[in-house]
């Protein structure tokens, strides 16, 4: 489940938040090894968007989530 931002916006480690925040979710999503249906997507998102998260949080935490879901272990974050 989406959790709410903890940090208010402009806080420098607000998009840190947001992608702890979705983490479960995304991977939840990749660790099927099916694509996603729109439908699913659509669903995390809309539930991020009413938790408080802004459209830019959001996108910004996909692609930093895509990236550290595809990074082979020990390669860090």
Not at 2 to 26: F, I, M, N, T, Y
């Amino acid at each position: 489940m989406v959790r709410p931002p903890r940090l208010p916006k402009g806080h420098p480690s607000r998009q840190q938040d947001c992608e702890d925040a979705l983490e479960q979710d995304v991977f939840a999503l990749l660790d099927r090894f099916d694509m996603p249906s729109k439908s699913e997507i659509e669903e995390m998102l809309s539930r991020a968007r009413t938790q408080g998260w802004r459209a830019e949080e959001i996108a910004a935490a996909l692609i930093d989530l895509g990236g550290r879901y595809l990074k082979p272990a020990g390669q860090g974050k």
